[in-house]
């Protein structure tokens, strides 16, 4: 079992910031990779960003160079710092783990971008 908590959802005006942060817990020995992905209303879960526990990311064209992705093995913890950001950005975010080749998901979070 993997147990993932999200945090650091909310409402923020156009070209705000937030930072989201995910920890695992559980009987877990190594999980890989880590990452997010978001629904917005109406629409189907998209993917955002990864990466693996040797530093190896991936985005989404939509967020590249506005959203950074980093963890914490130590802590089995993923981040993601979400910069300039748009309304179109607005959508519950999930976080996700691969442990033993199955995916784990957290509750997910919202953010809302809106002036």
């Known amino acids: 079992q993997v147990q993932l908590v999200e945090s650091g959802g909310g409402l923020v005006q156009p070209g705000g910031s937030l930072r989201l942060s995910c920890a695992a817990s559980g009987t877990i020995v190594s999980i890989n990779p880590m990452g997010w992905y978001r629904q917005a209303p109406g629409k189907g879960r998209e993917f955002v960003a990864t990466i693996t526990s040797s530093g190896s990311t991936d985005y989404a064209d939509s967020v590249k160079g506005r959203f950074t992705i980093s963890r914490d093995n130590a802590k089995n913890t993923v981040s993601l710092q979400m910069n300039s950001l748009k309304p179109e950005d607005t959508a519950v975010y999930y976080c996700?783990?691969?442990?033993?080749?199955?995916?784990?998901w957290g509750q997910g979070t919202q953010v809302t971008v809106s002036s």
């Open positions: 996700y783990a691969y442990y033993r080749a199955v995916p784990w």
